[in-house]
């Protein structure tokens, strides 16, 4: 198979071997692969794959056809449109994924949309829907929304009938993430952790730290967060267990899945690529000041 290869920090594209399913997993025919900023820092040697993930292919979510069932998958058909998020190897024609972590693709979303979502959605609705437990009237900060997580956050966040408060660096954008669903777009320095934001937080508000692309490290001000019960809590995905993704995959399947069918909830896209114009892709990710994701075709 043709599969997208880190070498010398360069992102290339090779004839690799192609993977065989363990028990539980299935063979995926991929058709779309999204990039994600875990994959630029993979390709800087940064973020190597957790065990039992390819380590030499990136790559973590995509859309595809069920190509190959391995030992003890029952239930689902091959020929059947699917996309998943996985730890590696998304970026390539074919990928061994989990059974239990596989979502099928509506039959109202394309395979590029489909290719886009998995990794984003599944970030955002564990951080916001799991963690953070929104509800209908409560009020949400994304920051970052403007990118692939926060797009996807603000979305979920107009789904669930919450008012929507998305801050967004790049003045270009605002409007944009105002029509995905955000009462109002805000400039980053009045709602950053170390600038207003705490002074500003609801009774028994829950901080949830998904990215630390702006920087890991920040003075906070306990006294605040102590005054209004608030608290703070940091998830990933890519190092859970097998059962703990199944799980984050069936409340995505619960929760989103008929809102993405209904086109109640959009995949962005600002680019697609071949995947012969890998390097490309990533370029553009690293670019910045973009809304929406970039998807390799196959
Ligand atoms: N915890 C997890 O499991 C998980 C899963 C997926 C992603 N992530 C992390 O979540 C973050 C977002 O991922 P993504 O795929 O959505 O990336 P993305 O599409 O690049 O989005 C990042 C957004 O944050 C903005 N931003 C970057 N640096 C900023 C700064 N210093 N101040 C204010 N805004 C800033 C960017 O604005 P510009 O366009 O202006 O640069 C962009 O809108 C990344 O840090 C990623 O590593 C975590």
């Known amino acids: ?35 994600n900023a875990a994959d630029l820092l993979q ?33 689902i058909e091959l020929g059947s449109r699917v996309m998943a998020v996985v730890a590696g190897g998304g970026q390539a024609e074919r990928c061994a994924v989990h ?21 984003a959605f ?20 994304v920051t970052g929304a403007a990118g692939g997580v926060g797009s996807a956050a603000v979305q979920i966040g107009r789904a669930l009938g919450a008012e929507v408060i998305a801050s967004v660096r790049d003045p270009a954008r605002r409007a944009a993430v105002e029509a995905l669903g955000a009462s109002r777009a805000v400039n980053p320095e009045a709602s ?34 102590m005054a209004v019960r608030a608290s703070i809590a940091g998830a990933t995905l890519r190092a859970r267990s097998t059962a703990e993704k199944a799980l984050v995959a069936e409340g995505v399947q619960r929760d989103l ?18 995947l012969e114009d890998v390097a490309a892709a990533y370029e553009r990710f690293a670019a910045g000041s973009k809304l929406g994701k970039i998807i390799l075709g196959l």
Request: glycine share 14%; aromatic share 2%; charged share 15%.
């Open 1 to 35: 198979m043709r599969a997208v290869v880190i070498e010398q920090g360069e992102v290339i594209v090779i004839e690799h071997e192609d993977p065989s399913p363990g028990p539980g997993e299935v063979i995926v025919a991929v058709t779309a692969a999204g990039v």
């Open 43 to 75: 390709r800087r040697g940064l973020y190597p794959a957790p065990a039992g993930a390819p380590a030499d292919i990136p790559g973590l979510e995509l859309a595809g056809i069920v190509a190959e069932l391995g030992e003890g998958v029952s239930g």
């Open 99 to 119: 059974a239990s972590h596989l979502l099928a693709v509506p039959d109202s979303v394309s395979d590029l949309a489909a290719g886009g979502f998995p990794e």
């Open 122 to 141: 599944s970030t955002a609705h564990d951080a916001v829907v799991t963690r953070g437990r929104l509800e209908a009237g409560m009020r949400l900060l």
């Open 192 to 225: 950053s952790l170390s600038g207003g934001l705490l002074s500003a937080l609801a009774a028994e508000a829950r901080i949830l730290v998904i990215g630390v692309g702006g920087g890991a490290r920040l003075e906070l001000n306990l006294l605040e967060l």
């Open 257 to 274: 899945l008929g809102l993405l069918a209904s086109g109640a909830l959009e995949v962005p896209i600002l680019e697609t690529f071949a």
